[in-house]
């Protein structure tokens, strides 16, 4: 495998699409292999920035050459949303075809856009899977320092860790002005890190970062718009209204949650379990994106029974996957608890145990107990 690359599965599309994810995920990478002879118009030049930022009708100008049908793909959008206008004429009129990449949805966001009114699709792009790793895959060192491609090929992946929480800082946060209480942020932050899969108390998070509960809920859509995070919510039934409603707060990738809270080097097992949960999501969301593995997911936990849960429930139609993660080397009876709950719920067509240990078992009811390794290959197979 080159040293430089990974073969991805996520599929471009045929037509102009949008492709977001956290920097370093290899968004560019992709454009580069996917689309070699596209015009590329790369944003982070900041001598290009400038000239576009104070004439965007010049960006018409570049792209005047431009045969229709071909491509052309525009890196970091997010720091001129006002050149989606010449991207939609252009769209409309001469029929080019753009892959429009982002770090961060939050600047189109606030600047009213629509995102072209449905003429470029939405996709994203995930940490590197197990088997877009292939025999680089280790279960260890994606707990550890994560899966993300930029950290991957480092030679020294804690101190780029490291490098890439403070470059977020200064580059996303402060250089973009995205909030008001820097301090108050570089606070949140750690706490945040700290509740990677865990279900989300603002009230306590304020407290902490010494910041109000709206700001708390400001900084979490900063780290959703900058695609760091994912809030899963809890399954609601619609017979069931009393379902837990927080929702819970997923890190994309390991290492960098590990190094938003300081918490770089040999993992401990009080981190373990929701590393282990965490990067399970992070996979399932990479399919989702490559292949619409689901069509909604959330984690079950019913109020009226405490200390009961499944970890991820996949909804397709009317039928359901119920997903339970434990980062045990072994299996025993009590891991499957939260599974065997849910049958009650109606719909649910398989359950899973992913656990860390090496034995495939089902049991007599019909639980699939599966080593995360048979789990990614089902997953890759398309047969889960």
Not at 244 to 256: C, E, Q, S, V
Not at 311 to 333: C, M, Q, W, Y
């Amino acid at each position: 495998m080159a040293a430089t690359s990974f073969p991805r599965i996520f599929e471009p599309p045929t037509d102009s699409f949008f492709l977001f994810g956290l920097r370093g995920v290899g968004k560019s990478t992709l454009a580069k292999s996917a689309f070699p002879s596209a015009l590329r118009i790369d944003l982070l030049d900041e001598r290009l920035y400038h000239t576009l930022l104070g004439d965007p009708a010049r960006f018409g100008l570049m792209i005047e050459a431009v045969a229709p049908k071909s491509w052309v793909v525009v890196d970091e959008v997010q720091r001129l949303p006002s050149l989606l206008n010449e991207v939609h004429r252009a769209i409309e009129d001469r029929r080019i075809r753009f892959v429009l990449l982002g770090s961060s949805a939050r600047k189109l966001k606030a600047a009213g856009t629509n995102l072209l009114a449905g003429r470029a699709l939405k996709k994203e792009l995930y940490p590197l899977t197990p088997h877009e790793l292939g025999t680089r895959f280790s279960l260890v060192e994606a707990l550890t320092t994560g899966t993300l491609p930029l950290i991957v090929r480092s030679q020294d992946r804690e101190e780029s860790l490291r490098a890439y929480v403070e470059t977020y800082l200064k580059e996303e946060i402060r250089a973009e002005a995205l909030v008001r209480n820097l301090p108050g942020f570089v606070r949140f932050l750690p706490i945040a890190g700290v509740c990677h899969g865990q279900t989300i108390n603002t009230s306590n998070i304020a407290r902490e970062a010494e910041v109000s509960r709206t700001t708390v809920q400001g900084y979490l859509e900063i780290l959703e718009d900058t695609l760091l995070v994912k809030r899963l919510p809890a399954f609601q039934a619609k017979l069931r209204v009393r379902e837990r409603a927080h929702p819970k707060l997923y890190w994309l990738d390991a290492g960098i949650a590990r190094a938003a809270r300081g918490t770089l080097g040999a993992v401990g097992s009080e981190e373990r379990g929701p590393l282990f949960e965490g990067y399970v999501f992070t996979v399932l969301q990479a399919y989702h994106a490559a292949r619409r593995l689901f069509d909604e997911l959330a984690y079950w936990s019913p109020a009226e029974a405490k200390h009961t849960e499944v970890d991820f429930l996949l909804r397709r139609g009317k039928k359901h996957v119920a997903i339970e993660v434990k980062s045990t080397p072994r299996f025993n009876e009590g891991l499957l608890k939260g599974l065997r709950a849910i049958a009650s719920l109606g719909g649910v067509e398989r359950r899973m145990l992913v656990y860390a240990g090496r034995e495939r078992l089902r049991t007599t009811d019909g639980i699939d107990v599966l080593p995360f390794g048979a789990f990614a290959d089902e997953l890759h197979a398309g047969k889960i």
